[in-house]
């Protein structure tokens, strides 16, 4: 087929580039261009207009994703904004998004309020985890563990407070497992040690952990310096997964010591094979990446793939770059056979989140830092 040649359709990449350490907007950009370039070669979009990606850096500040939105928003050919890793600084992007008539496509931010957020029209579409789901799995995975008691350490933003409502509804359901506590820590934090002992001291058996990778990293150091016997598994929220979490221990090492599980959406190592080989081999030509151990932030890069491929099904059915037009369609589109799995009908008017429960599942880093499904 031939090269579409008429004018773009622009999509905007706002997420956090320039953030230290940071490996999930990389991810999402990568994601999210291997399926314009499957798009372009199959002729674009619109009878042969091509897409094309540009970014901004939101560096997880609020502020500066609302500026950039605005600015993107007087763009009329920029049809849609794929966000980033961090919930907050979407959450605060909501009420421009809404004014804006903008698109928002959420392949990573999970808090809950992100897509449940009363709009009318809802302008966010997530193909992404949430803490509804996050935490009940996690919890699941300390029952199976045996564990009777929890110790929840949480970052103190809008993304700890929704796991932590998370956290609270799925406990009311079940009678064998309980929490001793919440700690919570703010962002940057230089130690975390304090926080976990006193979850320890009060009967916590395990620990429920949101953070990021850097956050993350300081934990499992400074874990990694006590003895043996107070050393509890650690079941983690995927934050910890987009950036350079490994990297910014004491030790490589250190991971090694703990029992370090992680909630995941999507793994490489779970899709269809054969999609997995065309997609590779097309990463190899573009980006000279030719396996699934070397894909970053793993969550990112699929699911910024199929919602930029279910877009580009909406624009056609839109028969225009129109927003709200386009908008619209995304609720319709239908049979989508995706990466991360065969969706029926991604979005409706009533729910604009792609995934269910069903489809989060725990993993853990291997000896070369891969994070790999677990049995």
């Known amino acids: 087929m031939s090269a579409p040649t008429g004018e773009p359709v622009y999509v905007a990449i706002d997420a956090e580039f320039g953030l230290p350490h940071s490996t999930s907007a990389q991810s999402i950009e990568r994601g999210a261009r291997l399926a314009v370039e499957e798009i372009n070669r199959q002729g674009g979009v619109l009878q042969g207009r091509p897409m094309q990606i540009i970014t901004t850096d939101n560096l997880s500040m609020p502020a500066r994703g609302i500026h950039n939105i605005s600015e993107l928003s007087r763009k009329s050919d920029v049809v849609a904004v ?5 919930s907050p600084v979407v959450l605060e992007t909501l009420q421009t998004l809404e004014k804006n008539k903008m698109i928002n496509l959420a392949p990573w931010s999970s808090a809950d309020g992100i897509t449940e957020n009363k709009q009318d029209p809802n302008w966010v579409f997530r193909l992404s985890l949430k803490d509804g789901y996050a935490m009940p799995v996690m919890l699941q995975h300390a029952r199976g563990k045996g564990v009777k008691k929890v110790g929840l350490l949480l970052t103190n933003t809008a993304w700890g407070r929704s796991n932590e409502a998370a956290a609270k509804r799925y406990l009311a359901t079940v009678g064998d497992l309980v929490s001793v506590g919440t700690a919570w820590y703010n962002w940057r934090d ?32 400074e874990m990694s310096a006590l003895p043996k016997d107070q050393l509890l598994p650690i079941i983690s929220h995927w934050g910890v997964t987009g950036g350079n979490f490994i990297g910014q221990m004491s030790n490589p090492g250190d991971l090694q010591r703990l029992d370090f599980s992680v909630v995941q959406s999507f793994s490489l190592f779970r899709a269809d094979p054969g999609k997995v080989a065309r997609v590779m081999k097309l990463a190899k030509e573009i980006f000279d990446i030719s396996a699934p151990e ?14 930029v491929h279910i877009l580009a099904r909406a624009i056609n059915l839109a028969g225009s770059t129109e927003r709200a037009r386009i908008r619209d369609k995304l609720e319709q589109v239908q049979h989508y056979d995706g990466l991360v799995k065969v969706f029926k009908q991604p979005f409706s008017r009533k729910v604009h989140d792609a995934l269910v429960q069903e489809d989060i599942f725990m993993a853990a880093y291997d000896a070369q830092g891969v994070i790999r499904p677990l049995p």
Do not use: H, M, W
Not at 82 to 86: A, D, H, L, M
Not at 201 to 221: C, H, M, Q, R, Y
Not at 294 to 307: E, K, S, T
């Open 294 to 307: 070397q894909i970053d932030a793993p969550v990112g890069f699929g699911q910024a793939y199929d919602l």
């Open 190 to 221: 230089k130690s975390l040690i304090d926080k976990y002992q006193n979850l320890r001291k009060e009967g916590a058996e395990a620990i429920i952990l949101v953070a990021n990778d850097d956050e993350g990293a300081t934990l499992v150091s």
């Open 82 to 86: 794929v966000s980033g890793r961090f």
